[in-house]
């Protein structure tokens, strides 16, 4: 096999001197160590820090159970049940006033004379994409309202956020005003967080919500009523 000479290169001595000083400056900078807190290119020394996150919520225990049965007036009317748990550890007063007004067991209303209960009452308030609303007890139509306690009651907790679909809450006319109005929401609904208060969730029926959220509309009256034509509590192994 034949062997290829590589050219011998010459410089001049001004050259050759350029190039000792290049090569010495080379060598100064690549040992220089670098100083703190000074990078030497644009490449991150450490992995970056992952931002701190608010962890997810996890839902109260159910303590109790309740359902709503609700007719929507269709030309073909469509039937069905929402079960709803309850969080009573979490907000136990709200809890039993909801319960006691699906149940229907404390006669009528100490200001309004009128039955506290659920049944015969409509779902007054709908708009897709949000929530529906019902439980005025004594006006039916968003004005009105009582609990069982007479008027009505305090805000009792913020510690569930309306960050779940088909969580129940109640509905208010700002602070402390709980009385026996309620929504369950259809889509996350963050801004309500530390207004409304959560003290449930749907636990059947989704179906039941959604039909009734199709006949809302953007202003919130229903296009065809809804009623709850019974509503009463359930086993909690149920």
């Not at 050759?16 to 020394?45: K, Q």
């Not at 709803?84 to 006691?100: D, H, Q, Y």
């Not at 529906?132 to 007479?150: A, L």
Request: overall charge neutral.
């Amino acid at each position: 096999r034949t062997m290829t000479m590589m050219p011998t290169l010459t410089f001049s001595a001004p050259k050759l001197r350029v190039l000792i000083l290049l090569a010495a400056l080379i060598i100064t900078l690549s040992t220089r160590p670098a100083r703190a807190g000074v990078l030497d290119d644009n490449v991150p020394r450490e992995k970056a820090k992952k931002p701190k996150l608010k962890p997810p919520a996890e839902l109260p225990e159910v303590t109790h159970k309740v359902y709503l049965d609700v007719v929507i007036s269709e030309s073909e009317p469509i039937k069905g049940r929402i079960t709803i748990g309850l969080f009573g550890k979490t907000a136990p007063k709200t809890v039993e006033n909801f319960r006691s007004l699906c149940a229907c067991d404390k006669g009528n209303g100490k200001i309004s004379g009128k039955p506290l209960c659920y049944e015969g009452t409509t779902f007054h308030r709908i708009i897709p994409n949000f929530m529906i609303q019902g439980g005025d007890i004594t006006e039916d139509n968003g004005v009105g309202g009582e609990s069982i306690y007479g008027g009505y009651f305090d805000d009792e907790s913020f510690e569930v956020p309306h960050n779940k679909l088909y969580i129940l809450s109640m509905a208010n006319k700002g602070p402390n005003t709980n009385g026996s109005q309620f929504f369950i929401n259809t889509v996350k609904a963050s801004w309500l967080d530390n207004k409304n208060v959560v003290f449930g969730m749907v636990l059947a029926g989704f179906e039941i919500v959604d039909d009734i959220e199709a006949v809302g509309t953007n202003e919130g009256k229903p296009q065809v009523e809804v009623t709850i034509k019974s509503s009463g509590e359930l086993p909690v192994s149920s």
